[in-house]
């Protein structure tokens, strides 16, 4: 299904002339390429999961705010903003986030339902919440949460 929407996506784009959304989607469909390939060496024949594409979603949006702090510190004001308006593409393809008090308590379930006793089940209960919310939660964030709740 998401798959269908980043190609309707784009042509929508190339109607609309919108050469930032028709740049990112291309950019998008192609990183999807290469994980669909990469794939093919695992045996998965029929591309990757909406899971995965989800979480390599989440890695470019990761990658960009990256970008923006390094182009803020150079004073590229115009590159800074170029990778903004990438973001924004990019999120319209992702499930609505979870909201700091939601993902808190999604960890504190999480913790529960794995029995996590310490920092040493950290792993057993980021392993859960990637699993079920995917695209939904920011996972660096979510860890510290974690930490401090299993500390």
Not at 3 to 25: D, G, P
Not at 36 to 44: F, K, W
Not at 101 to 109: G, L, Q, T, Y
Request: glycine share 8%; hydrophobic share 45%; charged share 30%.
């Amino acid at each position: 299904m998401l798959r269908t929407r980043l190609n309707e996506a784009l042509k929508e784009a190339m109607r609309a002339k919108n050469q930032r959304a028709i740049s990112t989607v291309r950019l998008i469909l192609a990183a999807l390429k290469d994980r669909d390939i990469a794939a093919r060496t695992r045996g998965v024949t029929d591309g990757i999961g909406e899971d995965e594409i989800l979480q390599m979603l989440q890695t470019m949006i990761k990658q960009r705010r990256e970008a923006i702090a390094l182009y803020e510190q150079g004073g590229r004001l115009e590159l800074a903003e170029q990778e903004r308006e990438e973001i924004v593409v990019i999120e319209g393809f992702m499930p609505r986030q979870l909201s700091e008090a939601e993902a808190r308590a999604a960890i504190a379930a999480a913790i529960q339902e794995t029995g996590a006793a310490g920092i040493k089940d950290m792993g057993k209960v980021m392993a859960e919440l990637r699993a079920r919310y995917a695209g939904q939660m920011d996972f660096g964030k979510a860890s510290g949460w974690a930490r401090e709740a299993l500390g």
